[in-house]
């Protein structure tokens, strides 16, 4: 028990706290929460590159990763990320078939609840279902993707990729293009780069935008020569064919014609512009080889290291609050 | 619960509320066993009634004809987990109602005359509210061969739809409504084109782009609606639109009726009282079918009713039991209930501003009752006695926890509203009783 006059001590310089319980989105986050959990993301960055890549901050935490979708990278990305952090990490793969056939979502939290983790990761193919499965678990929720609605990891490794490579975010012209109608990577993205202060345009064929969009606060282009023209970041979106419930596109060669990212439209953009891609790529249909490898624009690759250490930020933030029992 | 079925009551000390013919008075009603024998000012105190009456004092309270709600789903037979009749029997005299027609989507559906006669039989056994039904408009609500339309009236259906389920094929639509006309019956469609709507989920737009849930636009009502109209037209059938819930809907409505088409139209009070606001944070209860609409459409719904372009309101009652509900969005079922919240919400309407008490009221007693051409909905001398007792302003909050029955999906959870049922009488039986009553 403290005394009243022992003061604590406090730290000169505090980061700011992260006041949320769980990450289910970018929308309903501050400037300052973006830019503290990019900061930290950094410090692991360089941490990454070392040999001795191992901590301890949350050792003797659980982390589970639930995922009701196939994915390699994601899954893998949070698995290192729990890993380094000196975490448990266990992998829940979970065919939404199965879960259909009995076991809902709020059977499958009360299963949770009884194993006492500290943090899940969820992806599922249903917008709205990791909010759901938030409200009834007692522990910290990552969305690692939910239907067509965030994925609010991916555009946080996506605005530290940007700026560690340009130094900013505000003020930037970025062209999202492809398939926004079905994706949440563009959604997140829309939010983070517009609270952060970027301008953001959307470049798609009608058929793959949604309506109203233009209210998400973006300019939308369905000619993709216009969207690009003087862009620092072109941000390509994978096409998801699984996705595509009826014929939103007449075909590969003509959605490739128009666009897919090669160096004739690319041109167009700011000679420095820099390509981005969330990955697994469909190459000849959303992209082009050759623009895809180009190692002095493209930073796809770099965008796989930044997962890394934004998923060890944010796993962070939420087993480890600085501020206890909110 | 229920009184001795014969003898004469009088509810004395009511103002007396019958939106067909306009009256509001102070006074009473005499009732001897099911039916009603008089009624008018002279009843105002127990004197009136003369000796030997049972003396039901009204506290100065509504006593108005019980509603009649023209489109509800039943459960039973099939679904009996998510609400029986008795359940649904229970829901609608909490809320007021006397007389409900469901649809024919039970399990098996109400395409035989031998199901209809089972659902009433049933009903007759509970003893609430009358349930009358619709026959199925096309053979397993399918949408491909008519159904046996002229002995499912027989039987006693009041009109043909295929339920939830759009008839969606032109020809067979041509078909039925011409068919039906045989009979003076008429076809209720759920106006909504399958091809649009598919997929789809909340209303197409910013909360649907936001939310990442697939849209239903608006089109997809006005489209199947435009389409109906023409057929009407070209078949001289009656034709019923449900639950209309946009502004190009009310629309068409409107202009079909200027040009003296056989078309009528209800909506419910989900798509004059909410907008999609309410799907936020994925709210399951606030998924239904069709989507709520935008603030406009709404407006417009709301408009509709006060213009009379809309006949009438129906509570589209759907119950679902919490498994079907607590999913994620997209795996949640459509459908709200609807019976005990129909009165209070409508009467949102007259403490609106929107329409006087009388109007508000027609829209679930009179007005549906002429659509169905049931001698239901009216007091007046002769007539069954079939009566509810209410208090127009009393607040109250809609708790789905306190509502009656399993499924407890209302999309007006946690809504305040104005208007409170005392008791509710059915043949002259008081079938429900507020608790403080």
Not at chain 1, 243 to 250: D, L, Q
């Amino acid at each position: 028990m403290h005394d009243g006059r022992s003061a604590r001590i406090v730290p000169a310089m505090v980061a700011p706290a992260f006041l949320h319980r769980h990450l289910l989105g970018i929308q309903g986050l501050t400037p300052a929460e973006i830019g503290m959990l990019l900061d930290l993301s950094d410090g692991y960055v360089d941490r990454n590159r070392r040999n001795d890549k191992k901590q301890s901050t949350l050792r003797g935490r659980t982390v589970i990763n639930l995922f009701f979708e196939n994915s390699t990278r994601t899954r893998t990305s949070f698995e290192l990320a729990g890993k380094r952090l000196g975490a448990d990490v266990i992998n829940m793969q979970v065919s939404t078939s199965s879960v259909n056939k009995g076991e809902t979502l709020i059977d499958t939290a009360v299963t949770l609840n009884a194993m006492h983790l500290d943090v899940l990761v969820v992806r599922h193919p249903d917008s709205g279902a990791v909010q759901l499965l938030s409200e009834k678990v007692n522990c910290a929720v990552i969305n690692g993707g939910d239907g067509s609605h965030e994925h609010p990891t991916q555009a946080l490794l996506d605005a530290l990729t940007i700026r560690r490579r340009t130094g900013r975010l505000s003020g930037l012209v970025v062209a999202i293009c492809g398939d926004v109608l079905h994706s949440r990577v563009a959604r997140s993205n829309i939010h983070l780069l517009n609270i952060m202060g970027a301008r953001v345009r959307v470049v798609a064929p009608k058929t793959l935008l949604p309506t109203d969009v233009d209210k998400l606060g973006v300019e939308v282009f369905s000619d993709m020569k216009k969207g690009l023209k003087d862009c620092d970041i072109v941000m390509m979106l994978r096409v998801q064919n699984e996705r595509m419930s009826g014929n939103f596109i007449p075909s590969i060669r003509e959605y490739f014609h128009f666009f897919g990212l090669d160096y004739a439209k690319l041109s167009l953009a700011q000679p420095e512009a820099l390509i981005m891609h969330p990955g697994p790529m469909n190459r000849g249909f959303e992209i082009d080889s050759d623009v895809a490898d180009d190692v002095e624009r493209s930073v796809i690759r770099e965008q796989v290291e930044m997962g890394v250490a934004v998923r060890m930020a944010v796993l962070e933030v939420l087993a480890h609050p600085s501020v206890e029992a909110i | 619960m229920a009184q001795p079925r014969a003898g004469r009551v009088a509810y004395v000390n009511a103002r007396l509320l019958d939106p067909a013919s306009g009256l509001d008075v102070l006074g009473g009603v005499l009732t001897d066993g099911e039916t009603i024998v008089h009624l008018g000012p002279d009843l105002v105190r127990a004197e009136g009634a003369g000796s030997g009456a049972q003396i039901v004092d009204c506290d100065g309270h509504c006593l108005a004809p019980g509603l009649v709600d023209m489109r509800m789903q039943l459960r039973e037979p099939g679904d009996e987990h998510m609400e029986t009749l008795k359940l649904a029997g229970q829901a609608a005299v909490a809320g007021g109602v006397t007389s409900m027609v469901c649809l024919p989507n039970t399990r098996p559906v109400i395409d035989d005359g031998a199901i209809l006669e089972f659902v009433a039989r049933r009903a007759r056994q509970v003893g609430l509210a009358k349930v009358y039904a619709y026959g199925a408009a096309t053979k397993g609500l399918k949408g491909e061969e008519l159904a046996e339309m002229g002995m499912l009236a027989e039987a006693g259906a009041l009109g043909f739809t295929d339920g939830t389920r759009a008839i969606a094929d032109a020809q067979v639509m041509r078909r039925a409504l011409s068919y039906a006309s045989t009979f003076g019956l008429m076809i209720v469609q759920h106006p909504e084109d399958p091809s649009l709507a598919e997929g789809g989920m909340v209303n197409e737009g910013e909360m649907a782009t936001r939310l990442g849930l697939s849209g239903i636009p608006t089109c997809a009502e006005s489209i199947m609606l435009a389409r109906d109209v023409r057929l009407a037209e070209l078949t001289g059938g009656r034709y019923h639109a449900a639950h209309v819930s946009t502004a190009e809907g009310v629309e068409i409505i409107r202009r079909a009726k200027e040009r003296g088409l056989a078309v009528t139209a209800d909506t419910a009070p989900f798509y004059f009282a909410l907008n999609e606001l309410a799907v936020g944070n994925y709210r399951t209860f606030a998924k239904l079918s069709p989507p709520l609409r935008s603030e406009a459409d709404r407006l417009a719904v709301v408009r509709g009713l006060a213009e009379g372009v809309i006949d009438a309101i129906a509570s589209d009652h759907s119950p679902q039991d919490q498994d079907s509900k607590r999913r994620p969005f997209a795996q949640a079922a459509f459908g709200g209930v609807g019976l005990e919240t129909l009165l209070a919400v409508t009467l949102g309407l007259y403490h609106g501003g929107h329409l006087p008490l009388l109007s508000a009221l027609r829209l679930v007693t009179s007005a549906p009752a002429s659509l169905l051409g049931l001698e239901a909905g009216r007091l007046k001398q002769g007539v069954a006695a079939d009566l509810v007792l209410f208090d127009p302003d009393r607040g109250w909050m809609v708790n789905a926890d306190r509502l009656v029955g399993k499924s407890r999906n209302s999309p007006f959870d946690g809504h305040p509203v104005q208007g409170h049922v005392r008791r509710t009488v059915v043949d002259g039986r008081t079938v429900f009783k507020a608790y403080d009553f």
